[in-house]
């Protein structure tokens, strides 16, 4: 295979193999992020772990034969880095012994591979919400943001948005509940 004479390209395998990547890693990020949420105790602790292992998936591609189920193989990993996360902030006492975490992330795998009924049907109830509700409960769950500091930025007390937000998330399981109870 010839080089590019400048020197300013990478070679079509190497660019077809990270176009796959990007594919794929993009595919199912958020069934990853899904996955690692209800492994760890916490959002930020699921959105360091993703961080981790987004740099994994990315250094270990080359072992990941195309054509296979990247996301099962992206949760193996994501598994490992979750352990090795909670080996590293273990304090005290632990939440869950070394094989209820398995069992959970044997089951997280299990539910994030499966259809997602219940995102399309809150897409649906946030679609039939004011829009200002949408986009306040977007913004406090899509950007991660806290309660303060989104309180801040709109120039309400932090009280006053975490009862709104209450409210929004009321009316969410509310419509949630009924249209799930009448699609089963």
């Known amino acids: 295979m010839e080089s590019p004479k400048d020197g300013s390209q990478e070679p079509p395998l190497k660019q077809d193999r990270t176009a796959e990547f990007v594919a794929l890693y993009s595919e199912n990020y958020q069934r990853l ?3 690692l949420l209800a492994l760890l105790p916490t959002s930020n602790d699921a959105s360091d772990v993703l961080q981790e292992t987004s740099l994994v998936l990315w250094d270990k591609f080359e ?55 219940r995102m399309e049907v809150l897409e649906s109830c946030l679609k039939d919400l004011p ?29 006053r948005l975490s009862k709104s937000l209450g409210r929004i998330r009321r009316a969410l399981m509310a419509c949630l509940e009924r249209k799930l109870a009448n699609d089963f």
């Open 33 to 35: 992020q899904y996955f």
């Open 131 to 159: 829009e200002s509700d949408r986009t306040l409960i977007r913004r406090r769950y899509e950007t991660g943001a806290s309660v303060n500091k989104i309180a801040e930025e709109i120039g309400v007390t932090a009280n």
């Open 63 to 117: 072992t990941f034969q195309s054509g296979t189920n990247f996301f099962a193989w992206a949760c193996k990993i994501a598994r490992l880095q979750s352990l090795k996360h909670h080996e590293r902030n273990r304090r005290g006492v632990s939440l869950f012994d070394d094989e209820t975490l398995e069992k959970l992330a044997h089951d997280a795998e299990e539910y994030a591979s499966g259809p997602e009924p």
